[in-house]
């Protein structure tokens, strides 16, 4: 039975897809792996490691009772996600795994696993070597620093000898800095780009082409600007797979766009090159005030020139709001309220949020402000009428969560950069 074992999900499938593939790029044999979304599976096989990755709001689900199984047998278990990075401690001490990948895992992944299959599958002195991971030695907490892979484009989408696939990640890292965002704080201030020939390489092996960016039309650019003509040259090359039957989303699940890059001439790719007539934009206020509170650097008349761009060249715009942001008051909710209000009338759809401080942000210690009465209607109509989608009820809830996390069981998060400073 394989030594080895790779807990998938729904939620972290596309990550262990990448890493699998940079993982066989290196030369691992992925036959020694057992990879699986079923855990009973694992349990069976009683593997020697166990792979895990996750996000903070995983943490209440499963997660603790598969832990204590997996222990019980004597499993040593390694977590990477965003919670790992942003929470290395808390990962060790309180949910009992053995050791964290902190930063980017395609280069740590394959020698931690190489490491331990030679030394016994043990915690020795040996991993102390490998930048990026956290562990207990010898009972103290030993960090060996963020992991940063800047040409992550020199690793495969997807593993070759496996049958799985994913939206391609052909853009890492964001220079915006959202203060509630822990993108460009694990992933860099800089947007790096996979190369248009292997966009097109690897694409082919999917039906619907989809892709994994955080702002779709800055692709060819530090990401701050709009390079016209290096998106026009990768739209244009995957049109041969159009061709051939393939459908192509762009600026849609699982990415998005920022709303100051929605211009006549981005559209009129879209509408020459793509499938989709839906493009999803981050609004997350109606107020300037909050937005430039959040360091999110565009406006609310962005946002409106999009929506209105959107509709006049035939698209879906899908906007995405956040409610309960720190320090917002209820004129600043009812400024959010009218431009959802202007955004339906206009045709587009609405998907509202509540504020969650996630570990390794400047806002992790924020607390959200409460929704006034005029919100609280507000949405709960909306989403009766089926004008508004949007989990923020359950958010609520979780945002308590991770306010008492925080204040438990604070870390200070090494990031991409460096550290990061505190806003609240």
Not at 108 to 135: C, D, H, M, S
Not at 204 to 209: A, G, S, V, Y
Not at 340 to 363: C, D, N, Q, S
């Amino acid at each position: 039975m394989p030594e080895i074992a790779v807990r998938m999900t729904k939620r972290n499938h596309n990550a262990f897809v990448h890493l699998l593939g940079a993982l066989e790029s290196q030369g691992f044999d992925l036959s020694e792996l057992l990879i699986t979304k079923d855990f009973k599976e694992i349990l069976r096989a009683r593997p020697k490691v166990v792979l895990y990755s996750f996000f903070t709001e995983e943490i209440w689900g499963n997660l603790p009772r598969e832990v204590q199984l997996l222990k019980e047998r004597g499993a040593l278990l390694v977590a990477g996600g965003y919670h790992a990075i942003a929470m290395p401690k808390h990962t060790l001490n309180q949910l009992g795994f053995d050791i964290a990948v902190v930063g980017e895992g395609e280069e740590v992944l394959y020698n931690l696993l190489t490491t331990l299959k030679r030394t016994g599958y043990r915690i020795t002195p040996e991993l102390a070597k490998i930048r990026g991971l956290a562990f207990r030695l010898n009972g103290e907490f030993t960090f060996t620093g963020f992991a940063k892979v800047e040409d992550f484009w020199r690793f495969p989408p997807y593993p070759e000898s496996v049958r799985l696939i994913s939206p391609i990640e052909i853009s890492r890292g964001c220079p915006f800095r959202c203060y509630y965002c822990q993108t460009p704080y694990i992933k860099g201030f800089r947007m790096r780009h996979r190369p248009i020939d292997q966009i097109v390489h690897y694409s082919r092996r999917m039906k619907d082409m989809r892709y994994i960016t955080p702002n779709a039309f800055a692709y060819g650019s530090p990401g701050a600007i709009l390079k016209l003509n290096k998106l026009e040259a990768l739209l244009r090359a995957l049109q041969p797979l159009r061709k051939e039957g393939r459908r192509l989303f762009y600026g849609t699940f699982p990415s998005e766009v920022r709303p100051e890059f929605v211009l006549p001439e981005t559209l009129e790719l879209l509408i020459d090159y793509a499938d989709n007539r839906r493009l999803a934009i981050g609004a997350q206020s109606g107020d300037d005030a909050m937005l430039k509170a959040m360091h999110r650097l565009h406006r609310v008349e962005h946002v409106k020139r999009a929506v209105e761009y959107m509709v006049e060249y035939g698209f879906e715009p899908v906007v995405d709001f956040i409610v309960g942001l720190p320090n917002e008051t209820a004129e600043s909710q009812r400024k959010s309220i009218e431009l959802m209000e202007w955004i339906m009338r206009k045709g587009g759809k609405v998907r509202a949020h509540y504020f969650m401080p996630l570990p390794g942000t400047p806002w992790a210690r924020c607390k959200p402000s409460p929704l006034s009465e005029e919100m609280k209607r507000f949405l709960g109509r909306m989403a009766a009428r089926g004008k508004i989608e949007g989990s923020w009820g359950i958010q609520i809830e979780l945002s308590k969560r991770l306010q008492k996390l925080i204040e438990e069981f604070y870390e200070e998060p090494m990031s991409y950069h460096g550290s990061i400073n505190p806003v609240c």
